[in-house]
């Protein structure tokens, strides 16, 4: 079995459902990431926001009070970290997800990418 914990990124940033959209939108640009998970006081998994959600933006009225939980996708899949990493890498080949949180206890862990997948098939070559 592949070690699902050994290939995620552990600090993530994330979002609350709360976080004004303007402030997310400029956390995925500064980080330089597509997508961001959406967290719950108690950091379990609300969501998540990605560019795709963002670029709604433009069709609506400019608000500057919008917030996350607005235009975040609720419906998302994840994965126990202690899940096999070829179950998480055909959930990634058979969406369109580029990325899919990662959770222990319900509560967020981390999150793996299909870029974290291809950096660890070629850790063996080196």
Do not use: W
């Amino acid at each position: 079995m592949h070690e699902t914990r050994a290939v995620m990124t552990a600090d993530v940033r994330t979002v609350g459902t709360r976080t004004p959209i303007y402030d997310a939108v400029k956390m995925l640009l500064d980080s330089d990431v597509t997508g961001l998970p959406v967290v719950n006081d108690d950091m379990t998994l609300a969501g998540i926001i990605t560019e795709k959600d963002v670029l709604r933006l433009l069709a609506q009225v400019e608000d500057d009070s919008a917030t996350v939980e607005q235009f975040m996708t609720r419906d998302v899949a994840s994965f126990d970290e202690e899940a096999d990493l070829i179950a998480i890498c055909q959930c990634l080949i058979e969406s369109d997800f580029r990325r899919v949180p990662i959770t222990s206890q319900g509560k967020l862990a981390g999150i793996i990418s299909r870029r974290d997948i291809i950096k660890y098939i070629l850790e063996p070559i080196g």
